[in-house]
């Protein structure tokens, strides 16, 4: 058994875009008093939306990752290694393929997606993704042989899919680096997508997002296919359910996603592996458990005529990791505030080659109540691009240092986007769904 001589453990499963920060905030409110640990199943923390980049080699994925160990010993966390298995909440332990059993006061999950390949025949085989580490280093492999011989390419999502910003980044992208090289002639390029139209990226209504990505694609010639529902791939093809076939030479279709399995086994989530929470990020029925992150539920609002999930952003992910380490601190008695729910407001870059577009959606869950936000628009320019570049470096700086959501970056979003993290909550015990978000 694992077991801490500190007052007490907070354990974090997954050191990705959300278990980092969580694990940096809950040591700088709970200082030496307790031990915070971290516990993924990989060494390496990877930042995943420079994947895009790393598939079409225009970086190393060592530019993007970080050593789990290191950082750990430098920020007085504790570090341990395993594929998680099973949680058992009522002895508050989790348990790890490798044999280790480790004990916790407070949990947190913060263990991303599992990718949904094997709902889509053929999907894992013949298409590529670029959503883990694996697949960015297989897609690369795949596109510089792609390149050498040009043909049809097919980018799109699966029925279920909730993140399509990597769609669009890794087709213009694509498309950017084809025109490049001259090849840009030979290669019929075809966007195919559950989003009811495009630039909706299932956040629907953003402010002149479909006007400024339709009129891109339009440019680009790239022709489109909205509320499709891939059905099948095979070495050569993409099939539709209506039965609209497509060639494709390569094809990079984002999978839907579900929770982690241990998710399941511990009888923690939904139908999909999802952990439904309360809007303190803390797990609906265990009072010791929060989520945060892709793992979590969030329910799409928008019934499109095919399925599509609900996008987690990057700084979505942040937010919950703030909010669910300022709540453990509040119910530690170690910070004497109100307990605090993520607003959900968001900024995405996406990089399209020459140009690219910022979406921004306060908050991206629209009232359910009214169906409406505080405000969204889009914005397109080059500067969008300079913008994600910066924030790819000032991320991979800020966890080099150890910080999660430092006061210079929430004044920065607050003055630049009129953006706000986080607010005190309204109702603890409602679901983030249910309620309407404050944005005071
Ligand atoms: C290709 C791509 C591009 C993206 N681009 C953008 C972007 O430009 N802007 C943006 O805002 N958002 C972007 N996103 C979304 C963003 O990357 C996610 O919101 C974010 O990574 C989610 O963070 P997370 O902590 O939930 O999961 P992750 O960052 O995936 O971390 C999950 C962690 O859990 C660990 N883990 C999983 N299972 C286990 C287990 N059984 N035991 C132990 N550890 C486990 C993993 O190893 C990992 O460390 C992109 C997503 C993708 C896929």
Redesign the pocket.
């Known amino acids: 058994m694992h077991k801490t001589n500190q007052q007490g453990r907070v354990l974090i499963?997954?050191?990705?875009?959300?278990?980092?920060p969580a694990a940096y905030e809950l040591k700088q409110h709970l200082g030496a008093q307790y031990q915070v640990t971290l516990?993924?199943?990989?060494p390496k923390?990877?930042?995943?939306?420079?994947?895009?980049q790393v598939?079409l080699g225009h970086i190393p994925l060592e530019h993007i990752q970080l050593d789990m160990a290191t950082l750990s010993r430098r920020h007085g966390l504790e570090w341990l290694q395993?594929?998680?298995?099973l949680i058992n909440p009522e002895q508050r332990l989790v348990m790890?393929k490798e044999g280790q059993q480790i004990d916790y006061d407070y949990l947190v999950i913060?263990?991303?997606?599992?990718l949904a390949t094997d709902l889509v025949p053929g999907l894992g085989e013949y298409g590529h993704?670029?959503?883990?580490p694996h697949h960015?280093l297989a897609a690369h492999t795949a596109w510089e042989e792609f390149l050498q011989n040009p043909t049809d390419l097919v980018v799109g999502a699966a029925p279920g899919a909730g993140?399509f910003?990597?769609a669009y980044?890794?087709l213009l992208l694509a498309d950017w680096e084809l025109r490049q090289k001259g090849l840009r002639d030979q290669v019929k390029i075809t966007y195919i997508t559950p989003e009811p139209y495009i630039g909706h990226l299932g956040i629907a209504e953003v402010h002149r997002a479909q006007e400024l990505t339709e009129e891109l694609m339009r440019f680009r010639g790239i022709e489109t296919i909205t509320n499709a529902a891939i059905a099948g791939l095979t070495p050569n093809t993409v099939y539709l359910r209506d039965g609209r076939a497509f060639a494709s030479g390569y094809s990079m279709i984002?999978p839907s996603f579900r929770g982690?399995?241990?998710v399941q086994a511990s009888g923690l989530g939904n139908e999909k592996g999802f952990l439904p929470i309360l809007p303190t990020q803390r797990h609906r029925d265990h009072d010791r458990i929060y989520g945060?992150?892709?793992?979590v539920q969030l329910e799409q609002p928008d019934k499109t005529p095919v399925p599509i999930g609900m996008?987690?952003?990057?700084?979505?992910?942040e937010a919950m990791?703030m909010v669910a380490a300022h709540n453990i601190a509040v119910e530690l008695g170690i910070i004497h505030k109100p307990l605090e729910t993520p607003t959900l407001e968001?900024i995405?870059?996406?990089e399209f080659g020459n140009t690219g577009i910022a979406y921004i959606a306060a908050p991206v869950v629209a009232d359910p109540v009214t169906g409406k936000r505080r405000y969204s628009y889009a914005a397109q320019g080059i500067w969008v691009n300079w913008a994600?570049i910066a924030f790819e470096l000032y991320f991979l700086w800020k966890m080099r240092l150890g910080l999660g959501l430092p006061w210079f970056e929430k004044l920065g979003l607050r003055l630049l986007f009129g953006l706000k993290l986080s607010s005190p909550v309204l109702s603890p015990q409602t679901s983030p769904t249910q309620i309407p978000v404050t944005n005071s």
Do not use: H, R
Not at 13 to 20: R, V
């Open positions: 499963i997954g050191a990705g875009l959300g278990g980092l516990l993924s199943d990989s923390f990877t930042f995943i939306p420079g994947l895009i598939g395993g594929k998680v298995e790890t913060a263990s991303g997606a599992e993704s670029v959503c883990n960015a993140c910003g990597p980044e890794f984002l982690a399995k241990f945060v992150g892709v793992s996008p987690k952003s990057g700084q979505m992910v990791a968001a995405c870059f996406a994600k």
